[in-house]
């Protein structure tokens, strides 16, 4: 379009009309062109793919067993299983019974109100945790001896979920290990005799030793003269531990008291009655249980007392050698328990009515790691 010298168009001059464009206004959604649908489409698809990728990120950060797969060490740090193929197994074999079990909840609220119980829906905070994330909570409390309000952190629950999950599956593994037959028959003995026994001890069916762990002081002076231990200065909680020649934990008792000897808890464990005819049973000084045996037939083996002779001869000299070196598997089975941290330091007396369920768990779950030799 031509523009004369007065700045103004000849075609308005000449009064020709002109194709008016009009003006989009901006303050009025009506007058923007609408999106298609596909595009719409590939927007949302766009937002959950990144709503998606901050899941997965999610997941991944979530402190739970499946956050460590595919790292054995950090499985063997948090449960003491050597990998987790090994978790898996051990918990594919206890899911069964574990979808069903009692919770520690269900246990209070029967006790309270019976009749309750049947009519109203149980509910309980402790189900928004996998059953596979519970296990694995209790085997980082007993392995690393996480306090509970670090669970409670850790998992996203409440402490007293924690304390309730824990006591549940104290009780629940002590019922379910406890039903294992640990104690292996004559046969399965010798055919797994190690070399060092055979030409030694051959008949040994089981060597034994006591071991304590410290716990806090009663208030009660009649506890706390129970629980008090020569040994360690200390008020203590005591148990029998047995191994096979070959390694295994085969026995475990109860915790007593640490004022018990090391004759009479061998006599109320109940370990005599699995004791059969000419068996060896190998242990330290402190276990003067011939008596105990005789019974039974078997025999115990046990270093040689100095008594007035002033001096061992030779003879004793090297059989004391020879039983040291074979007895040091039990200490070093022993050791093997310890390793679980929640027995470091003095054991609190809250955890008293679960103390003796986790020590037999601990000591039995020993047996699915590595042999000792």
Known sequence: MDINDSGVSPSILQGE??????????DHDYTVEPSSPNSKLEAAQKEIDVLQCQVEGLKAEKFGVQRFSLDAKLINFY???????????IFTALQPT?????????????????????????????MSLSLIDQFFMFMCRVRQGFPEQDLAVRFNISQASVSRILITWANYLYAMFGSLCIWPSRRIVDQ????CFKCTYPNTRVILDCTESKVQTPSSKVLNSETYSNYKSHTTFKSLIGITPFGSVSFVSSLYTGCISDKDITARSGIIDL?????????????????????????????PFLGHKGKFS????GKTHEIARLRIHVERAIRRIKEYHIFDGVIPLNLASSINQIWTVCTILTNFRVPLF
């Open 17 to 26: 009309s002109q194709p008016l464009v009009p003006m989009i206004s901006k």
């Open 79 to 89: 449960t003491g299983f050597t990998n987790y193929k090994t978790f898996v197994s």
């Open 98 to 126: 574990a979808t069903t079990m009692v919770r520690w909840t269900q246990m209070q609220r029967h006790s309270s109100n019976i009749d309750k119980i049947k009519t109203t829906p149980f509910k309980d905070d402790c």
């Open 192 to 195: 797994n005799m190690p070399a």
């Open 275 to 303: 004791i059969e005819e000419n068996d060896q049973v190998m242990v330290d000084k402190g276990f003067l249980i011939q008596d105990l045996l005789d019974t039974k037939h078997a025999t115990v083996v046990i270093p």
């Open 314 to 317: 030779q003879e004793e000299v």
